[in-house]
């Protein structure tokens, strides 16, 4: 089956430590995206990556870091220096062509920082 | 600046209603108006509208997109307690790679 996975579910940290979210898809999708998603405010872009090891700054990218070293992967880095990291992390991938072309998205990962 | 506004923000219905989500936008070049679903976690597909393919309908769903007005409607008829779920508008646009997403309506369809 073809989809996206991410991973944890639900991950609690300690102020001051960073954190990595995995993403992984096997769609062979060569664009990948990270949102981030807090009550009442949708979905809010933080990076995104249309080639292997190339990425651009979404809306929101400060206190964040992310690579793509391979197709397949995206991971987030979530730093101490991001201010507000309680949230709930969305990735999403998508062709890349003459479009236009829907995001297919994986199941989330809930951060709580305590 | 580019810009997507759902409305209603929340919706609470009861099983058999219609309802109608509304979607407006501002944004330079348009290319495309996706609908998704959000119950839990993922946000699924729902439908795509271009200006090639401005009305959309599956099962109980349906949508349309007027390019003059800048805005399109999600209709979901005889709704379902299995409706319930956020719904995300989102819109492309020749100028990006990227998705601008509204804030979603929260719907919520009790028996």
């Known amino acids: 089956d073809g989809g996206i996975t991410q991973s944890p579910k639900y991950l609690f940290r300690k102020e001051g430590q960073n954190v990595t979210l995995s993403c992984e898809q096997n769609?062979?999708?060569?664009?990948m995206y990270w949102y981030r998603q807090d009550p009442g405010q949708g979905l809010r872009l933080i990076y995104y990556?249309?080639?292997?090891?190339?990425?651009q700054k979404g809306d929101i990218a400060e206190g964040y870091s992310v690579s793509r070293e391979k197709k397949e992967s995206f991971p987030l880095t979530v730093t101490s220096a991001q201010k507000n990291p309680t949230a709930f992390y969305l990735c999403?991938?998508?062709?890349?062509?003459?479009?236009?072309?829907?995001?297919?998205f994986g199941p989330g990962t809930r951060l709580t920082v305590t | 600046e580019d810009k997507v506004v759902q409305s209603p923000l929340s919706l609470v219905v009861h099983e058999g209603d219609t309802v109608t989500l509304n979607c407006s936008y501002e944004?330079?070049?348009?290319?495309?108006l996706l609908w998704y679903k959000q119950e839990k976690k993922a946000p699924t597909f729902l439908f795509m509208l271009?200006?090639?393919?401005i009305e959309k309908k599956s099962g109980r769903l349906s949508s349309i997109l007027d390019k003059k007005e800048l805005f399109s409607i999600l209709n979901i008829t005889a709704t379902q307690t299995g409706d319930s779920a956020i719904y995300l508008c989102?819109?492309?646009?020749?100028?990006?790679?990227?998705?601008?997403f509204g804030t979603g309506t929260r719907l919520q369809v009790f028996p």
């Open positions: 990556s249309q080639i292997v090891n190339d990425f």
């Open positions: 999403a991938s998508t062709r890349v062509g003459q479009g236009p072309y829907e995001q297919y």
């Open positions: 769609l062979n999708h060569d664009a």
């Open positions: 944004v330079t070049n348009f290319r495309s």
């Open positions: 271009t200006s090639s393919g």
């Open positions: 989102a819109v492309g646009s020749y100028n990006t790679d990227k998705l601008i």
